[in-house]
């Protein structure tokens, strides 16, 4: 259910919209069944792209998590399209059958000075007394006018690295962002994509004797995707562990790089990977008498298997989350803000690396 509408009466007709949905109801002889919201969500979008395709992206979203979705679609062609301004309700069955509406869709389709300018018209069709999240759909950057807008008006903004192109230069675009003091709090999709690469590491070293390890290792190893994406990937992942132990870069290799811990050094190296479509197929970290081996059985699954000359292989296995997941994921946006510092630190030993 959307109709076509203008800037100025898109909020009246949304509310005519759940007048209609309302009556349907009634006449059907039930209630509606609508959710409150939790979230503004501002999706950027920087190419043309369709009514279906945006309702099809954010729909699983506001089904997990209630909210009104604002899309602001970078369009040359605007004055060529019959419905620049449209909205419409999100409805998502509920498990009694029943369809509830999760969430509503707002779109516009600007080109040039509008678009650039679209924080205005987020600002005014945000939904009051609830946070405003911004999903940016590419890396950081101080050069554009409507970044710097949102970093004002939103509560978080959620900028994707494994868009870059250049690792040097956006790390440290990123780097600055995320240490200045601005209203919203800029975290990264990618970062959150790592999530399970980060907790199979830090389960597989729980145990005291493996603790131990964390002070030897010699070597880490990694298949990274030849990509920007999987360049990033690796970058953010390294930049953690040394974040984590302590590691300062002493130099670049001609395979990545060398890192200094207390008394030797750590050797990181990065080789291609033989999947497609994974960003990290494998990462191996060796201390002088144990190895671990993180990798991909599956899509959905990272395993550790740890071996050491002392003791017989364990193994330690992280369930990922499914491909199916929105990839805008709320939970992790709102309420992460405990980690955020460790986040921080990452991204800054990633800037480091990447600029060396």
Not at 195 to 220: C, G, K, N, T, Y
Request: one cysteine or more.
């Amino acid at each position: 259910m959307n109709l076509t509408t203008s800037i100025t009466d898109t909020l009246p007709t949304l509310a005519r919209l759940r007048e209609q949905a309302a009556r349907q109801a009634a006449d059907a002889g039930a209630e509606l069944n609508a959710q409150m919201l939790l979230a503004t969500i501002v999706a950027r979008y920087p190419h043309p792209t369709a009514w279906a395709d945006i309702e099809a992206e954010t729909k699983p979203v506001v089904a997990a998590y209630p909210g009104r979705v604002i899309a602001l679609v970078n369009d040359p062609d605007t004055a060529q399209s019959p419905d620049p301004v449209r909205v419409g309700l999100l409805a998502a069955q509920r498990s009694d059958g029943a369809s509830a509406i999760r969430g509503e869709l707002l779109t516009a389709a600007l080109e040039g000075r509008a678009f650039e300018e679209g924080a205005a018209i987020a600002a005014s069709w945000s939904a009051s007394g609830v946070p405003t999240v911004v999903w940016w759909n590419g890396p950081a950057t101080t050069d554009d006018h409507l970044f710097e807008d949102m970093l004002d008006i939103a509560d978080r903004i959620l900028v994707d690295s494994s868009a870059m192109t250049d690792a040097a230069a956006d790390f440290e675009v990123l780097g600055d962002i995320v240490m200045a003091s601005h209203h919203a709090r800029v975290t990264d999709a990618l970062w959150l994509r790592l999530l399970a690469w980060r907790q199979a590491f830090a389960q597989a070293f729980d145990q005291p004797a493996a603790r131990i390890d964390l002070e030897h290792v010699r070597s880490v190893e990694l298949a990274v995707q030849q990509s920007p994406g999987g360049n990033a990937a690796a970058l953010l992942l390294v930049g953690w562990m040394a974040s984590r132990l302590g590691w300062r870069l002493d130099r670049r290799t001609t395979q990545g790089w060398r890192l200094a811990s207390d008394g030797h050094a750590v050797d990181v190296i990065c080789e291609p990977s033989s999947t497609p479509n994974v960003l990290i197929e494998m990462v191996r970290l060796s201390a002088p008498t144990s190895r671990y081996l993180a990798h991909m059985p599956s899509p959905e699954d990272i395993v550790v298997d740890c071996q050491s000359d002392l003791a017989p292989i364990t193994h330690v296995a992280v369930r990922r989350p499914p491909p199916t997941r929105p990839r805008l994921r709320l939970d992790d946006l709102l309420t992460g803000g405990a980690h955020y510092s460790v986040f921080q630190q990452s991204v800054t030993l990633a800037r480091t690396l990447a600029a060396a």
